[in-house]
């Protein structure tokens, strides 16, 4: 299966600033066929990006991904208070559909 | 809008079963495939198996072969995930999401359901 690393395990930024997250996989994941979500304390994962850079409807364009191959890139461009929260890639590539272990941004 | 309830939250006896739904609404229940993601107490996501209601068979994840069920009722837009021989280590909320469109990453998520294992 394909395994997906994510890094840096905690970013802590100020409101305002850029994040960059990153989702390498252990394998080549053909077609970008990776997903981005965001998931907050007691509430499901939302949808933010998928085929690794095709916003989903209603996300704001300071969020933004990139990458092929092996490595991916979620950047948010001006974090704002509601983005602190835990972020994951997932790979729906090859089965069984994997998930990295996330990436938490918080409040420096 | 696309819709997913779950049903609530469950405490069930090591060696039992539980069995999960997830109830459709809104957009087309058959044609898009309905998966399951648990996530353990303070832990990351992982995918157990999906189904497309049309076709009426599942994939499962390896992990889970033998050991999960899950079924989709078209008639009445709900999708079921049975776990069986839970483990303490079963604890965790499930999650039923519903792919966006032909391949199999989730835009609608239901609500979470956790599930308790527990002597």
């Known amino acids: 299966e394909i395994v997906l690393t994510q890094s840096p395990g905690t970013l802590s930024l100020s409101p305002g600033e850029r994040a960059t997250l990153s989702c390498r996989a252990s394998?080549?994941?053909?077609?970008?066929?990776l997903a981005w979500y965001q998931q907050k304390p007691g509430q499901a994962p939302r949808l933010l990006i998928y085929?690794?850079?095709s916003r989903a409807t209603g996300i704001p364009d300071r969020f933004s991904g990139s990458g092929s191959g092996t490595d991916f890139t979620l950047t948010i461009s001006r974090l704002e208070p509601e983005d602190f929260a835990l972020y994951y890639c997932?790979?729906?590539?090859?089965?069984?559909?994997?998930f990295g272990h996330g990436t938490k941004v918080e409040i420096k | 809008q696309v819709q997913l309830v779950q049903s609530g939250a469950e405490v069930k006896k090591p060696g039992s079963s539980v069995k999960v739904s997830c109830k459709a609404s809104?957009?087309?229940?058959?044609?898009?495939?309905i998966n399951w993601v648990r996530q353990a107490p303070g832990q990351g996501l992982e995918w157990m198996g999906g189904?497309?209601?049309?076709?009426?068979?599942?994939n499962y994840a390896q992990k889970f072969q033998g050991r999960v069920t899950i079924t989709a009722d078209t008639s009445t837009t709900t999708a079921y995930m049975e776990l069986s021989s839970l483990r303490s280590d079963d604890t965790a909320v499930y999650y039923c999401?519903?792919?966006?469109?032909?391949?199999?990453?989730?835009?609608?998520w239901g609500q979470g359901t956790l599930v308790t294992v527990s002597s």
């Open positions: 809104g957009g087309t229940f058959s044609s898009y495939g």
């Open positions: 394998q080549s994941v053909s077609s970008s066929y």
């Open positions: 997932q790979q729906y590539d090859s089965a069984p559909w994997t």
């Open positions: 085929d690794a850079s």
């Open positions: 189904i497309i209601p049309v076709f009426g068979t599942a």
């Open positions: 999401a519903r792919e966006l469109g032909r391949y199999p990453f989730f835009g609608y």
